[in-house]
């Protein structure tokens, strides 16, 4: 372990929903540069990864990895054991923190806030003696949070947050506002979370910062791309297959553009819950011919696909829950590329899509106007060229990854002084 004279380095907690996770290439980036900044990091995980393989960049990060329990039954006896041991020898912090849980269970009924209390007690008595931390971050405002949160209170270490997208809109307002409340500071992703979450919490005196996740652009080469497109075009769409993404639009406007006589084919990367709903549609609008799902891949093969794709096109919209995106990276990684965009004026996707000047942006649920933005792009190379030179500038103005997390990085050396740099 290292140590600054008998004294482990002060270490940043980071409480992470999983660890590696394919989707998740923000975070591991954002680990990665933090440690080459100095910081010393250490990963409290919820959940094993689920995928059989990771990215590269992962294989470089130096942080320690320990994985709570991630179900209450299978394992009690664990849970039970540090949390006993905790309340022992120290009634009152953990007295304090299941009042805490009760009044936060009262409001929702929700099960889930057991667990967290039960997860960070493991997370105190077990793996947090002799690291160093002294601080916990969380990604996600929600169950990564709550569960940094009473860590917290048992350990008496502040917390702060990071809010992406589904957990600010999904979570109950009275819940997300405690938390925010108690927290030391909350980052989040996009000027319109930061208003969202400011109107939310306009009594709070927690400081609330935006820096965007950005993307590292070495990875994201654009020369030697033909920015003409000729038939069939390829069409890529790499999103999660949940109702926020707007597939169903994605697909509506496919077969328009197929019954306008355009000549394409389509793929989709990604896996989802609503797989089987959109290979119903596939097969409803005939599309079966055109289009191919190629579920989860690694990153390096995302880029290969956005190498050899015309267009990228994402149906964001809101779902029924409130669920949203903020800016999809993958967006800002076809931009980079010089890959022509096409997406909605949803969330955050305004503050870098901006209509026939780094791409085309429409209204959501949209097929028609969806399809027309799509046929303009693929057809037009005066248009073509323009945005996605337009595009690349901004990426590389707004959405470097490398300026972006040294940002960060310096709002967490002025928010949290006990880590400081090595």
């Not at 100095?38 to 059989?52: A, D, F, L, V």
């Not at 289009?291 to 880029?303: A, D, F, K, Q, S």
């Not at 409130?322 to 503050?351: H, Q, W």
């Amino acid at each position: 372990m290292e140590k600054t004279g008998n004294r482990p380095t002060p270490t940043l907690c980071m409480v992470l929903k999983g660890y590696p996770r394919i989707s998740e290439t923000f975070i591991s980036n954002e680990i990665l540069i933090l440690e080459s900044l100095g910081y010393r990091i250490h990963i409290i995980s919820m959940r094993h990864p689920r995928e059989p393989f990771t990215h590269a960049s992962v294989k470089a990060i130096r942080a320690g990895v320990d994985y709570l329990p991630s179900s209450i039954l299978p394992n009690l006896h664990i849970l039970l054991y540090h949390n006993l041991l905790l309340a022992l020898k120290r009634p009152r912090t953990y007295f304090k923190a299941m009042k805490k849980a009760a009044q936060r269970w009262f409001r929702t009924r929700r099960s889930a806030t057991v667990k967290h209390l039960l997860q960070a007690g493991v997370l105190v008595h077990r793996f947090l003696p002799g690291k160093g931390i002294v601080h916990f971050h969380a990604h996600f405002a929600h169950s990564p949070t709550s569960v940094a949160m009473f860590a917290s209170l048992l350990s008496g270490l502040p917390f702060s947050f990071f809010a992406h997208a589904k957990d600010i809109y999904t979570s109950d307002t009275r819940q997300l506002r405690e938390k925010i409340d108690m927290a030391r500071f909350v980052v989040t992703c996009t000027r319109y979370n930061q208003r969202y979450l400011s109107t939310l919490s306009a009594a709070s005196t927690t400081p609330l910062f935006c820096v965007y996740h950005g993307i590292n652009l070495d990875y994201f080469s654009s020369n030697g791309r033909d920015l003409s497109a000729i038939p069939p075009y390829k069409i890529i769409t790499v999103a999660r297959i949940t109702e926020k993404k707007g597939l169903d639009t994605v697909y509506r406007a496919l077969a328009i553009l197929r019954d306008r006589g355009i000549d394409f084919r389509h793929t989709l990367i990604g896996e989802g819950d609503d797989r089987e709903k959109i290979l119903d549609l596939i097969k409803e609008l005939d599309l079966g011919d055109k289009t191919r799902l190629c579920g989860t891949l690694t990153h390096e093969e995302v880029i290969s696909h956005y190498a050899e794709s015309d267009l990228f096109v994402l149906g964001c919209r809101i779902a029924g829950n409130g669920d949203r995106d903020g800016i999809p990276n993958v967006m800002a990684e076809s931009m980079a590329m010089k890959l022509p965009v096409v997406g909605t004026d949803v969330s955050g996707l305004p503050e870098f899509l901006e209509d026939g000047v780094t791409g085309r942006m429409v209204p959501p649920q949209k097929p028609v106007k969806l399809a027309g933005a799509m046929e303009a792009l693929l057809k037009d190379d005066a248009l073509r060229r323009r945005v996605t030179r337009e595009a690349r500038k901004r990426v590389e103005r707004n959405f470097d990854n490398k300026i972006l997390v040294r940002e960060l990085a310096r709002t967490y050396k002025t928010m949290i002084p006990e880590i400081g740099q090595g």
